[in-house]
Protein backbone atom coordinates (compact mmCIF):
# COMPACT_ATOMS: atom_id res chain seq x y z
CA UNK A 1 0.00 0.00 0.00
CA UNK A 2 1.66 3.30 -0.99
CA UNK A 3 1.53 6.34 1.26
CA UNK A 4 -1.64 8.09 1.73
CA UNK A 5 -1.58 11.79 0.62
CA UNK A 6 -1.18 14.49 2.82
CA UNK A 7 -3.70 17.40 3.75
CA UNK A 8 -1.43 20.50 3.80
CA UNK A 9 -3.42 22.86 2.29
CA UNK A 10 -4.64 26.19 4.02
CA UNK A 11 -8.41 26.30 5.48
CA UNK A 12 -10.19 29.01 3.28
CA UNK A 13 -10.72 32.14 4.56
CA UNK A 14 -13.77 34.83 3.18
CA UNK A 15 -16.41 33.90 0.75
CA UNK A 16 -17.96 30.80 -0.32
CA UNK A 17 -16.01 31.13 -3.53
CA UNK A 18 -12.92 30.87 -1.88
CA UNK A 19 -14.52 27.60 0.08
CA UNK A 20 -15.51 25.81 -3.30
CA UNK A 21 -12.00 26.75 -5.04
CA UNK A 22 -10.42 25.29 -1.68
CA UNK A 23 -12.33 22.08 -1.82
CA UNK A 24 -11.71 21.48 -5.58
CA UNK A 25 -7.81 21.59 -4.79
CA UNK A 26 -8.08 18.69 -1.73
CA UNK A 27 -6.49 15.26 -3.62
CA UNK A 28 -9.27 12.43 -4.56
CA UNK A 29 -8.55 9.35 -3.00
CA UNK A 30 -7.86 6.59 -5.50
CA UNK A 31 -9.80 3.20 -4.06
CA UNK A 32 -6.72 1.52 -2.56
CA UNK A 33 -6.30 5.19 -0.60
CA UNK A 34 -10.25 5.23 0.36
CA UNK A 35 -10.42 1.55 1.43
CA UNK A 36 -7.33 1.81 3.58
CA UNK A 37 -9.00 5.00 5.44
CA UNK A 38 -12.67 3.46 5.98
CA UNK A 39 -11.11 0.18 7.58
CA UNK A 40 -8.89 2.13 9.95
CA UNK A 41 -11.95 4.32 10.41
CA UNK A 42 -14.51 1.47 10.89
CA UNK A 43 -12.24 -1.02 12.48
CA UNK A 44 -10.24 1.33 15.35
CA UNK A 45 -12.34 4.36 14.43
CA UNK A 46 -9.66 6.71 13.65
CA UNK A 47 -10.39 10.22 13.15
CA UNK A 48 -8.24 11.41 11.53
CA UNK A 49 -8.85 8.88 8.89
CA UNK A 50 -12.58 9.69 8.65
CA UNK A 51 -11.06 13.67 8.57
CA UNK A 52 -9.39 12.73 5.14
CA UNK A 53 -12.38 10.91 3.92
CA UNK A 54 -14.94 13.90 4.36
CA UNK A 55 -12.42 16.44 3.09
CA UNK A 56 -11.49 14.37 0.15
CA UNK A 57 -15.35 14.28 -0.56
CA UNK A 58 -16.51 18.42 0.12
CA UNK A 59 -16.49 19.16 -3.42
CA UNK A 60 -19.20 16.38 -3.91
CA UNK A 61 -21.31 18.41 -1.51
CA UNK A 62 -20.67 21.13 -3.33
CA UNK A 63 -21.60 19.59 -6.63
CA UNK A 64 -25.26 18.17 -5.20
CA UNK A 65 -25.57 21.35 -2.95
CA UNK A 66 -26.15 23.83 -6.40
CA UNK A 67 -28.66 21.75 -7.69
CA UNK A 68 -30.66 22.95 -5.16
CA UNK A 69 -29.94 26.56 -5.59
CA UNK A 70 -33.64 27.42 -6.82
CA UNK A 71 -35.07 27.30 -3.84
CA UNK A 72 -34.08 30.86 -2.48
CA UNK A 73 -31.72 29.63 0.52
CA UNK A 74 -28.27 30.54 0.86
CA UNK A 75 -26.00 28.30 -0.95
CA UNK A 76 -23.69 28.40 2.23
CA UNK A 77 -26.39 27.25 4.41
CA UNK A 78 -26.87 24.02 1.61
CA UNK A 79 -23.09 23.14 1.51
CA UNK A 80 -23.04 23.09 5.26
CA UNK A 81 -26.38 20.89 5.76
CA UNK A 82 -24.79 18.74 3.04
CA UNK A 83 -21.47 18.30 5.09
CA UNK A 84 -23.48 17.09 8.02
CA UNK A 85 -24.85 14.31 5.63
CA UNK A 86 -21.18 13.49 4.26
CA UNK A 87 -20.06 13.20 7.98
CA UNK A 88 -23.27 11.10 8.68
CA UNK A 89 -22.30 8.71 5.32
CA UNK A 90 -18.42 8.19 6.58
CA UNK A 91 -19.86 7.29 10.10
CA UNK A 92 -21.90 4.53 8.58
CA UNK A 93 -19.70 3.64 5.56
CA UNK A 94 -19.11 -0.59 5.80
CA UNK A 95 -16.07 -0.53 3.34
CA UNK A 96 -16.86 -4.73 3.27
CA UNK A 97 -19.84 -3.82 0.96
CA UNK A 98 -17.65 -3.01 -1.78
CA UNK A 99 -19.02 0.24 -3.22
CA UNK A 100 -17.27 3.77 -3.14
CA UNK A 101 -18.02 6.44 -0.43
CA UNK A 102 -19.49 8.67 -3.19
CA UNK A 103 -22.01 6.46 -3.90
CA UNK A 104 -23.07 5.41 -0.70
CA UNK A 105 -22.83 9.46 0.32
CA UNK A 106 -24.93 11.21 -1.93
CA UNK A 107 -28.35 9.64 -0.18
CA UNK A 108 -26.86 10.89 3.00
CA UNK A 109 -25.92 14.50 1.76
CA UNK A 110 -29.48 14.99 -0.20
CA UNK A 111 -31.37 14.09 2.76
CA UNK A 112 -30.02 16.50 5.16
CA UNK A 113 -30.30 19.45 2.32
CA UNK A 114 -33.79 18.25 1.87
CA UNK A 115 -34.58 18.26 5.69
CA UNK A 116 -33.03 21.70 5.57
CA UNK A 117 -35.13 23.13 2.75
CA UNK A 118 -38.42 21.95 3.58
CA UNK A 119 -37.84 23.80 7.12
CA UNK A 120 -36.56 26.72 5.86
CA UNK A 121 -38.31 27.18 2.90
CA UNK A 122 -41.45 28.75 4.22
CA UNK A 123 -42.21 29.91 8.22
CA UNK A 124 -44.70 26.88 8.09
CA UNK A 125 -43.42 23.66 6.86
CA UNK A 126 -44.74 23.13 3.65
CA UNK A 127 -44.17 19.16 3.32
CA UNK A 128 -44.89 16.64 6.44
CA UNK A 129 -45.91 13.24 4.80
CA UNK A 130 -43.42 11.24 2.50
CA UNK A 131 -45.76 11.91 -0.37
CA UNK A 132 -46.16 15.69 0.18
CA UNK A 133 -42.08 15.48 0.11
CA UNK A 134 -42.09 13.89 -2.96
CA UNK A 135 -44.16 16.02 -4.49
CA UNK A 136 -42.20 19.03 -3.46
CA UNK A 137 -38.65 18.32 -4.60
CA UNK A 138 -40.41 16.94 -8.37
CA UNK A 139 -43.10 19.35 -8.83
CA UNK A 140 -40.81 22.34 -10.75
CA UNK A 141 -39.06 20.19 -12.71
CA UNK A 142 -42.02 18.26 -13.90
CA UNK A 143 -44.01 21.20 -14.51
CA UNK A 144 -44.58 21.81 -18.70
CA UNK A 145 -45.09 25.08 -18.20
CA UNK A 146 -44.93 28.30 -15.92
CA UNK A 147 -48.52 29.20 -14.06
CA UNK A 148 -51.10 26.66 -12.96
CA UNK A 149 -51.29 23.30 -14.00
CA UNK A 150 -53.96 21.85 -15.71
CA UNK A 151 -56.08 18.81 -14.49
CA UNK A 152 -54.55 16.41 -16.89
CA UNK A 153 -51.56 17.73 -16.08
CA UNK A 154 -51.60 17.61 -12.28
CA UNK A 155 -52.79 14.20 -12.84
CA UNK A 156 -50.09 12.96 -15.26
CA UNK A 157 -47.76 14.25 -12.23
CA UNK A 158 -49.47 12.49 -9.54
CA UNK A 159 -49.24 8.78 -11.82
CA UNK A 160 -45.62 9.52 -12.49
CA UNK A 161 -44.68 10.48 -8.73
CA UNK A 162 -47.34 7.30 -7.44
CA UNK A 163 -49.38 10.19 -5.50
CA UNK A 164 -53.10 11.12 -5.34
CA UNK A 165 -53.94 13.87 -7.73
CA UNK A 166 -55.00 16.13 -4.38
CA UNK A 167 -51.09 16.11 -3.37
CA UNK A 168 -50.32 17.22 -6.45
CA UNK A 169 -52.60 19.82 -6.13
CA UNK A 170 -52.51 21.30 -2.51
CA UNK A 171 -48.25 21.40 -2.66
CA UNK A 172 -49.33 23.31 -5.99
CA UNK A 173 -50.87 25.75 -3.51
CA UNK A 174 -48.47 25.85 -1.04
CA UNK A 175 -45.37 26.44 -3.40
CA UNK A 176 -47.26 29.06 -5.22
CA UNK A 177 -48.55 30.87 -1.80
CA UNK A 178 -45.69 33.48 0.11
CA UNK A 179 -44.85 34.39 3.69
CA UNK A 180 -46.53 37.56 4.78
CA UNK A 181 -45.78 39.40 8.46
CA UNK A 182 -49.20 40.02 10.49
CA UNK A 183 -47.91 43.53 10.84
CA UNK A 184 -45.03 45.31 9.18
CA UNK A 185 -42.49 46.42 11.30
CA UNK A 186 -41.80 50.40 12.07
CA UNK A 187 -39.24 50.41 9.45
CA UNK A 188 -41.11 49.40 6.05
CA UNK A 189 -42.03 52.57 4.18
CA UNK A 190 -45.97 53.40 4.94
CA UNK A 191 -46.90 53.75 1.18
CA UNK A 192 -45.62 50.32 0.50
CA UNK A 193 -48.67 47.95 -0.70
CA UNK A 194 -47.23 45.40 1.58
CA UNK A 195 -48.25 46.94 4.91
CA UNK A 196 -51.91 48.00 3.11
CA UNK A 197 -52.31 44.18 2.72
CA UNK A 198 -51.33 43.19 6.11
CA UNK A 199 -53.44 40.77 7.55
CA UNK A 200 -53.26 43.23 11.29
CA UNK A 201 -55.05 46.25 8.97
CA UNK A 202 -58.05 44.28 7.72
CA UNK A 203 -58.49 41.08 10.69
CA UNK A 204 -61.52 41.68 12.87
CA UNK A 205 -60.72 42.35 16.72
CA UNK A 206 -63.26 40.85 18.24
CA UNK A 207 -61.85 41.23 21.89
CA UNK A 208 -63.74 44.30 22.75
CA UNK A 209 -67.27 43.32 21.04
CA UNK A 210 -70.00 43.98 23.11
CA UNK A 211 -72.68 40.85 21.75
CA UNK A 212 -69.44 38.53 22.17
CA UNK A 213 -68.30 40.16 25.74
CA UNK A 214 -71.48 39.47 26.43
CA UNK A 215 -72.60 35.91 25.17
CA UNK A 216 -69.12 34.69 27.03
CA UNK A 217 -70.51 35.73 30.50
CA UNK A 218 -74.17 34.58 30.15
CA UNK A 219 -71.99 31.09 29.09
CA UNK A 220 -69.72 31.10 32.20
CA UNK A 221 -72.95 32.65 34.27
CA UNK A 222 -74.73 29.22 32.86
CA UNK A 223 -71.50 27.17 33.22
CA UNK A 224 -71.36 27.86 36.42
CA UNK A 225 -74.89 27.06 37.62
CA UNK A 226 -74.50 24.24 36.40
CA UNK A 227 -71.62 22.61 37.99
CA UNK A 228 -73.10 23.82 41.16
CA UNK A 229 -76.29 22.43 40.42
CA UNK A 230 -74.44 19.17 39.43
CA UNK A 231 -72.28 19.32 42.42
CA UNK A 232 -75.04 18.93 44.60
CA UNK A 233 -75.58 15.90 43.42
CA UNK A 234 -72.63 14.14 44.78
CA UNK A 235 -72.35 12.31 47.69
CA UNK A 236 -70.53 14.07 50.54
CA UNK A 237 -67.60 11.82 50.10
CA UNK A 238 -67.48 12.35 46.66
CA UNK A 239 -67.64 16.16 46.58
CA UNK A 240 -64.76 15.90 49.53
CA UNK A 241 -62.96 14.44 46.99
CA UNK A 242 -63.24 16.57 43.94
CA UNK A 243 -62.93 19.50 45.92
CA UNK A 244 -59.74 18.26 47.71
CA UNK A 245 -58.45 17.02 44.44
CA UNK A 246 -59.24 19.81 41.95
CA UNK A 247 -60.35 22.66 43.99
CA UNK A 248 -58.18 24.22 46.36
CA UNK A 249 -54.81 25.24 45.65
CA UNK A 250 -52.90 22.76 48.10
CA UNK A 251 -54.31 19.89 46.12
CA UNK A 252 -54.36 16.99 48.64
CA UNK A 253 -52.80 13.47 47.33
CA UNK A 254 -54.91 9.57 46.55
CA UNK A 255 -52.89 8.52 49.81
CA UNK A 256 -54.04 11.50 51.88
CA UNK A 257 -57.86 11.15 50.98
CA UNK A 258 -56.87 7.17 50.90
CA UNK A 259 -56.13 7.58 55.10
CA UNK A 260 -58.20 10.12 55.64
CA UNK A 261 -61.73 7.34 54.87
CA UNK A 262 -59.88 4.54 55.44
CA UNK A 263 -59.42 2.78 52.08
CA UNK A 264 -57.11 2.14 49.38
CA UNK A 265 -55.72 4.92 46.77
CA UNK A 266 -56.99 3.04 44.25
CA UNK A 267 -60.91 3.00 45.99
CA UNK A 268 -60.19 6.53 45.81
CA UNK A 269 -59.14 7.35 42.71
CA UNK A 270 -62.23 5.06 41.80
CA UNK A 271 -64.34 7.46 43.38
CA UNK A 272 -63.01 10.67 42.21
CA UNK A 273 -63.06 8.83 38.54
CA UNK A 274 -67.20 7.89 38.81
CA UNK A 275 -67.81 11.39 40.44
CA UNK A 276 -66.47 13.03 37.42
CA UNK A 277 -68.76 10.88 35.33
CA UNK A 278 -71.50 11.80 37.17
CA UNK A 279 -70.87 15.38 36.94
CA UNK A 280 -69.98 15.01 33.15
CA UNK A 281 -73.44 13.54 32.76
CA UNK A 282 -75.62 16.06 34.96
CA UNK A 283 -73.98 18.83 32.74
CA UNK A 284 -74.52 17.38 28.91
CA UNK A 285 -78.21 16.95 30.29
CA UNK A 286 -78.65 20.60 31.85
Known sequence: MKQ???YDI??????????????????????????????????????????????????????????????GLAQADLI??????????????DPSVGVRLVSFAVHWIKAEIHEFIIKNWRIVKIATTKAQRKVFFNLRKMRKRLGWSSLAEREAVAKDLGVPAKVVEDMEMRMDSYDMAYDMSDHDDDNTHTRIVAPVNYLEDKRYDPALLTENNDTLIQNNSGLAAAFSQLDERSRDILQQRWLIEKKATLHELAAKYQVSAERVRQLEKQAMQKLKKCMQAA
Open 4 to 6: LQK
Open 10 to 71: ALPIGSIDAYIHWTNRVPMLTPEEELDLAKRWHESQDLEAARKMVMAHLRYVVRIARGFAGY
Open 80 to 93: QEGNIGLMKAVKRF
